[in-house]
């Protein structure tokens, strides 16, 4: 399963892509927001420092502007995937943006019958929300199950990414829900990355070491 991060701050790309877990990227517009510095220059960044897929997301609500949008949004870099709100006018677009071959990430999928459209459309990416339906005390696991059996039965080649990732549970479900990709915050990225029992059994390794007096192999 890939792993990407969540994100449209450079400085996290960078940590993460230093540490060489990270596969790409999903940005959007509350994340530039929130990133609060100029968003072309972050994309910029961003793009440079990841070799793998980086998702941006149209603001356009129609299908004219989401298309016009999408195929400015391609031209930026090879890696760009475009992102697009699973509605009516988004599938309007997915469709003709399939047939010119631009790659589109179909977001704020909430139900299996969503994801099975924009499979039918050829998305190239699919993407359920998990935490946003957990929080509304849905089940996300069982909707991307779902998602995952309908897209083995058909043979569907949409990517599964869970996105909306609120803690490491969701990415080990993830995993073991067959997903193609999840899309994680920084914070979950660092809780994946360190255990508190890993930091104690080091520091016990080598305060033995020492206490013993021996000399190091090398
Ligand atoms: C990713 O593509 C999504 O935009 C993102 O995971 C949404 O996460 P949120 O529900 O935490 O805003």
Known sequence: MKLFIDSANPEEVKKMAELGIIDGVTTNPSLATKA????RKAVDQILATVDGNVSLEVLST???GMM????????LHNNVVVKLPTTPE?????????????????TLVFSANQALLVAKLGAYIVSPFAGRLDDIGASAIDV????RQIYDNFAFETQILFA????????????????D?????????????????TDVGLKKF?????????????
């Not at 016009?68 to 031209?75: D, F, P, T």
């Not at 899309?183 to 255990?195: A, D």
């Not at 080598?206 to 090398?218: A, I, M």
Request: glycine share 6%.
């Open 144 to 147: 991307i199950s779902e998602i």
């Open 68 to 75: 016009g949008e999408a195929r400015n949004l391609s031209k």
């Open 36 to 39: 609060g510095i100029d968003y």
């Open 164 to 179: 909306s990732v609120r803690s490491p549970l969701h990415v080990k479900q993830a995993a073991l829900a067959g997903c």
């Open 206 to 218: 080598l305060s033995d070491f020492k206490e013993s007096g021996q000399k190091p192999l090398v």
């Open 62 to 64: 129609d299908a004219q």
């Open 181 to 197: 990709i999840a899309t994680c915050p920084y914070e979950v990225l660092e809780k994946l990355v360190h255990h508190p029992l």
């Open 90 to 106: 988004g599938l309007k677009a997915l469709k003709i943006l399939k047939a010119e071959k631009i790659r589109v990430n179909m």
